[in-house]
């Protein structure tokens, strides 16, 4: 029998928690990862009582090496002898205090606690995936009001309509806007057992802040809350399997976005920018974000790239082009441009998404025809980009 996350769960059930009970009783594990031989767990002591103190470095330290040798004698008994084996330890923010690692089957000594690197410092590769999901796609863009989450959505949607099993998380949490665009307004959020699970509308799975948070009330994030918050919405999400996740990042390049690009292993990034100048300066900085976190940028998108009359003349009013032209100076792939169209803002602000495909709800062809090629491109580069880090040195990746 191959090693299994429950095979791992049940050994972490014999270790005792400070405050009584075990970890997995207390809810302290949030992530189990495997691949062939090798495995990450994600624990967090403080889960559910953020007021509790963490244990010192040392005592997580000792901890961690009892934690090691419970499942590297796990492993061994599924005949896994060299295990790679990450353990990270975090707080109730999601912030890594400790982590153990010891990644390569040479390295049969017990995991070592290894320095956390200062914050800001490029970790995407080393960040977690979600079980289960194959490709987790950001995102974002360099200014609000660009047509980010709109994109995400049709993305979302034109790729579920390629019959891929797809999720969609609104970690725009400044302004979530997934509740509308999909037509969330009725639903509450469901949760069995302390897990989200996602609403299931027009063939997609999604979750959304905005369901959980009064809408009247203003969201005010710092980083690190901002990055608990994220974490919980992706890990106590049931997304079982999908082939993508996309993220809809908050825009802009500051603290907020930054630590969520960082904190879950991502195949790539798309970003979203209208023609104009201030758009595009913008869009560079995100490149630049995605880039010093070593995130693969997938493609810019042009949104708003031109109107087409009633006349049925085309419109240039923002310069055409001039999002195309700033991905070809960065030699970033480009994915396609979405006109102005009336039918695609009502269909948004209707939360009917699924009419932006169709001739007949969208105001012609030239809509889904650019929708379709945006979806064929992205799926193009996610090939790409997993030809090319299957062709690196092998790295943990999550099953
Ligand atoms: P962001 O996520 O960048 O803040 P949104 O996706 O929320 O932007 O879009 C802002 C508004 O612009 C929404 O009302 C949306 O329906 C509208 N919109 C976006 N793209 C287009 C477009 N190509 N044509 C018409 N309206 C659009």
Known sequence: MPLTKELINDALSGVSHPEGGD???RNCILNIAICSTDASVRICYTQGNPDQKQPDRNTLSNMGKFIEQLIRATAKSEGVENLGLIIDFVDHAGQVVLKLKSDTPQNKDHAKPTEQPPQGTPQNSAAAGVPGVKHIIAVGAGKGGVGKSTVAINLAIGLARKG?????LDGDIYGPSLPTMLGLG?????????????????????ITM???????????????????????????????????????LPPGTGDVPLTLAQSVKLTGAVIVCTPQKVAQD???????????????????????????GDDGKEYDIFGKGGAQ???????????????????????????????????????????????????DQL?????????????????????
Request: net charge negative; hydrophobic share 45%; proline share 7%.
């Open 23 to 25: 970890l997995v009783s």
């Open 164 to 168: 891929h099993a797809v999720g969609v």
């Open 186 to 206: 009725a639903l509450d959020q469901a949760v069995i057992e302390s897990t989200l699970q996602p609403f299931l509308v027009h063939g997609i799975k999604s």
């Open 210 to 248: 905005g369901k959980l948070v009064d809408p009247e009330k203003p969201l005010i994030w710092r980083g690190p809350m901002a990055h608990g918050a994220f974490h919980q919405l992706i890990e106590r999400t049931q997304w079982g399997e999908l082939d993508y996740l996309i993220v809809d």
């Open 282 to 308: 913008d869009a560079v900085r995100a490149s630049k974000m995605f880039e010093s976190l070593g995130v693969d940028v997938l493609g810019v998108v042009e949104n708003m790239s031109y109107f087409i």
């Open 325 to 375: 032209k700033m991905a070809q100076r960065l030699a970033l792939p480009f994915l396609g441009s979405i006109p102005i169209n009336t039918a695609l803002r009502q269909n948004m602000d209707n939360g009917n998404p699924p009419k932006n495909f169709d001739p007949k709800t969208a105001g012609g062809n030239q809509l889904p025809a650019a929708l379709e090629q945006l979806t």
């Open 379 to 399: 799926i193009a580069q996610v090939t790409l980009a997993s030809m090319n880090k299957n062709n690196q040195a092998p790295t943990l990746s999550i099953s």
